[in-house]
Each structure stands twice: as C-alpha cells, then as structure tokens.
C-alpha cells in the first residue's frame, strides 16, 4: 500500500508570497495532521483535521490555515510568507484523529528567500 | 517546561552493538501514549515503536525495545545489534489524553551515528 505522499518534494518562494503543500493520506486514514519542522529542531504540530473538520490547531499565526477536502486529502496554505517560515512541512496521517498512530509522509522542503 | 526531554545531542556506536537513546517526559494527564520515530537524511519521519501509560509490558518491535519506567517518566528506546542503517536522528514524541486532536509533542531528538 501507498504511504502519505506530500507534493512538492521542494519549493523556493520569496518574502510576501503564499505558499499551498498537499498531502495525500494512506488509504483508509481519515486524518490528515501538519507539522513544521525548522532545522535542528523537532516537528512543531500545526493543525489536526478529521472527516473535513479541523480537531486541533497549535500555536501558528493565522497566516497558517489548511483544509481536507471529501477524499480525505489536505492542503495547508501560508501567506505573507517569511524567512522564518522556511522549514520541512510533514504531512501525517491516522485512523482515527485520537488515538491511532500517525503516519508521515517524506515532507515538504520550503525555502523562503 | 519541556515536556519531552532527549539529553543526548549525538550519539557514537560500533556497528553490532546495542544502543539506548534517552527519553523523559513531564505530563500530568494519566493517559497518554509516547512514540519514538525514526529521520533518515532524506527527511521522512518512520515510527518505530508505541507504548501507552497503561500498557503493562514494555514494547517490543522487531530489534527495538521501549524501556518505560513509569514512576521516573522515562521511556527509553533500545535498539539492538545496531545497523549501518540505523545512523539518523531519532525522535521521541508524546500524546496527552485519548480524546481531541492528537498532538504530538517531540523532542529535540538525538543523532545516531554507528561506525563500522
């Protein structure tokens, strides 16, 4: 079976510019989370979504927002973008939004110039 | 204050030899699972392993082991007969609660390097 596949692999914008990464889940998994890894650290959470509905959200400014759409898939969109945004943008998916183990896929490469 | 701790930035070992990698974690909430994932250079975050507060034997996967001691709020990963394969950085994550978003918190993580 297909794991979480994330497109694009790696992607260059500037300052001001918005941004939107799609993830595509395992099949069968019905939540699709985010995470934001800057180097050196570890995956920061962002947002959580089952069956089209955002569970959680961490600590991320507005200009962060994401959306799953019916076939369980998801795009997180940033705007107004900043250098501090540049990071590995994970995408993970589970079963169940609570308790289920979370997949990830090999991650988003954004670079902000 | 962190809530997961790994204190080992980077860690060296011969090939064939078992290694542990430390975890400890700080949570109130009884329930609660810990992870441990495993990031090769390429970026992909793989799990490894689970253990659940209430789980009453320590979890085993393959050549990997989680070594939870409750009562210190530690849950160290084991690996053994260590692999080439195995250099990459490892990361230990907790989820609080069995209800609600599950978010994971990770740690800063430890880079594994084994010598051949």
């Known amino acids: 079976d297909a794991g979480v596949t994330q497109s694009p692999t790696h992607l260059i914008k500037t300052r001001g510019q918005h941004v939107t990464l799609r993830c595509s889940p395992i099949?069968?998994?019905?939540?699709v989370s985010w995470y934001q890894q800057v180097l050196g650290q570890g995956p920061q959470f962002i947002f959580q979504?089952?069956?089209?509905?955002?569970?959680g959200r961490g600590n991320f400014p507005d200009r962060f927002s994401a959306r799953q759409f019916p076939n369980y898939s998801s795009e997180l969109n940033v705007n107004a973008l900043l250098l501090g945004d540049s990071a590995l943008y994970l995408c993970?998916?589970?079963?169940?939004?609570?308790?289920?183990?979370?997949?990830f896929g090999p991650g988003t490469r954004l670079t902000v110039l | 204050a962190q809530k997961i701790t790994q204190t080992q930035p980077g860690m060296f070992v011969q090939e064939k030899e078992a290694v542990t990698l430390d975890c400890t974690y700080d949570?109130?909430?009884?329930?609660?699972?810990l992870f441990w994932y495993k990031q090769p250079s390429s970026g992909e975050m793989i799990f490894l392993i689970y253990q659940g507060s209430y789980d009453q034997q320590n979890a085993t996967e393959g050549r990997y082991s989680l070594n939870f001691q409750k009562a210190r709020k530690s849950a160290n990963l084991v690996i053994s007969a260590s692999q080439l394969g195995d250099s990459a950085m490892y990361f230990c994550?907790?989820?609080?609660?069995?209800?609600?978003?599950?978010?994971?918190?990770f740690g800063q993580g430890t880079r594994l390097t084994i010598n051949p």
């Open positions: 993970a998916s589970s079963l169940l939004p609570s308790t289920d183990t979370q997949y």
């Open positions: 949570t109130s909430d009884p329930s609660y699972g």
């Open positions: 994550a907790m989820r609080e609660g069995l209800s609600g978003a599950q978010k994971l918190v």
């Open positions: 979504y089952y069956e089209k509905e955002e569970r």
């Open positions: 099949s069968g998994h019905k939540s």
